[in-house]
């Protein structure tokens, strides 16, 4: 088990930055897969940035070049650093991290962010 805590999130207006944050319980360096994703209230959970334990990076086509995924394993913290936001990135963001020996995918809380035009 590891707990994931997400923030950050906030109110911002179009064109504007956020920089999420997400704590880890435990040492990231021995997970393989981590990354970010968002959910607007029902819809199904979007993948929009995952990062390997390697530094393989992906994007969702619809935050390429706009959205940033880091992972600082000194502080066991994954990063998303968001630019040029807009409207339709209004979603609750959340963290997630695969561990164990099956990979289990475990999500954090969440962390709300509203675009504004």
């Known amino acids: 088990q590891v707990q994931l805590v997400e923030s950050g999130g906030g109110l911002v207006q179009a064109g504007g930055s956020l920089r999420l944050s997400c704590a880890v319980s435990?040492?990231?360096?021995?997970?393989?897969?981590m990354g970010w994703g968002r959910q607007a209230p029902g819809k199904q959970r979007e993948l929009v940035a995952t990062i390997s334990r390697g530094g393989i990076i992906n994007y969702a086509d619809s935050v390429k070049g706009r959205f940033t995924i880091s992972r600082d394993n000194a502080r066991n913290t994954v990063y998303l650093q968001m630019n040029s936001l807009k409207p339709e990135d209004t979603d609750v963001y959340y963290c997630y991290a695969d561990v164990g020996y099956w990979e289990e995918r475990q999500w954090g809380q969440g962390t709300q962010v509203t675009v504004s035009s």
């Open positions: 435990r040492a990231i360096q021995r997970i393989n897969n």
